[in-house]
């Protein structure tokens, strides 16, 4: 059961991840996915179907860098729809992630006081 | 599995697509595991996090007929991009499935109707104007039109009638593939967590070198 809501979880926030990753930087691939995968556990070879997704849906370009060393290395930059893709995301993420705290904290404070009354 | 075993079924799952898009494909797994021996990974090991070639090429498989279905907006474009996502073997579009053959039925039936009144309003447009005077079809419709300038006004109110219907079951279809599109997506299995002792090695590599 853990393990679903954990699945379901990081299937969710993995688009807002690699957008904040982004919006820190431009990065390639390989960098993005060491960072989901150290962080939130993502298979590593995700990567691409995801990326490849979000540059469909117009939230990512890519563009070619040449490197001294072996060929040429594709970076990934947000375009000005996935900026604001982001900063909404985040905003949902944000408020959720509160919200969710939130009852749970009610939650074990009221089990304290149901312990206390009962004791 | 070596890197030319993962390589080779991943083109397995990603056979059928433009040469180009499977090289490009291709292309960026080369890369990063060649990037993961350069920082000093084994490359049993880089392969094993990458995951599931074949569950892989079927997401990378579904995103790219839905490329081609957002560039060209044909039937067949639109078809493979919902096969491709079924394909992904969701329980939930299984469910969808014969909501979806139901309203491309009715929709299918709607615009073949419309052509066929734009038909009967061409051939009726076509014999008033030829002035056939015992026209079976000018007679269908002889109470509304008592001349000839009414029917062909009649029959050019049809086909327009039915060039609108037309359009909006076609503008209806678009919408009901890209809310298919969009369904399928959220049922992507992106996710599955490698194996753990595929994970775990690395993870430590990390903290020691951060620490």
Redesign the interface.
């Known amino acids: 059961m853990t393990e679903a809501l954990d ?1 379901q979880l ?2 969710g926030v ?1 688009d807002l991840c690699v957008l904040a990753v982004l919006s820190r930087g431009e990065s390639y ?2 960098e993005i ?2 960072r989901l ?2 962080q939130i ?6 990567i ?3 990326m ?2 979000l540059q ?1 849906d117009g939230l990512v370009a890519t563009y070619l860098v040449e490197s001294s060393a ?2 040429s ?2 970076y990934y930059r947000l375009t000005k729809a996935g900026k604001v893709a982001y900063r909404k995301q985040k905003a949902v993420w944000t408020e959720f992630a509160r919200a969710v705290d939130e009852i749970c904290e009610d939650q074990i404070r009221d089990s304290k006081d149901v312990h206390r009354r009962s004791a | 599995v070596t890197r030319k075993t993962f390589i080779a079924a991943l083109r397995d799952g990603l056979e059928g697509l433009p040469a180009e898009a499977v090289a490009d ?1 291709v292309g ?2 080369e ?2 595991i ?3 021996q ?1 920082r000093g990974r084994s490359e049993a090991e ?1 392969v094993a ?5 074949a569950r ?1 090429a079927h ?2 498989r579904a ?2 007929l ?2 081609r279905w ?1 560039v060209k907006r044909d039937p067949a474009a639109a078809l493979q991009a919902v096969v491709a996502l079924v394909g992904l073997g969701t329980a939930n579009l299984v469910l969808l499935a014969p909501l979806l053959a139901i309203v491309l039925a009715l929709l299918v039936a709607f615009g073949l109707t419309a052509l066929g009144v734009i038909g009967s309003g061409a051939l009726l447009l076509f014999a008033a104007l030829s002035g056939a005077p015992d026209s079976a079809l000018r007679e269908l419709f002889a109470v509304a039109a008592a001349d000839v300038s009414g029917s062909a006004l009649l029959a050019l109110a049809l086909a327009a009638s039915a060039v609108a219907g037309l359009a909006a079951s076609l503008l209806l279809g678009v919408a009901l593939v890209n809310a298919a599109v969009w369904y399928g ?1 959220l049922h ?7 194996p753990r002792q595929a ?1 775990e090695p ?2 430590t590599k ?1 903290t020691v070198i951060g620490s």
């Open positions: 699945v990081k299937k993995l691939a390989y996915a060491q995968t150290a556990g993502m298979g590593e070879g995700t691409y179907p995801l490849r997704r469909n072996g060929p290395r594709k | 494909v960026d797994y890369a990063h060649a990037e993961a350069s880089v996090a990458l995951g599931d070639p892989i997401e990378l995103e790219i839905v490329r957002q997506r992507y299995r992106l996710i599955r967590p490698p994970v690395q993870v990390l």
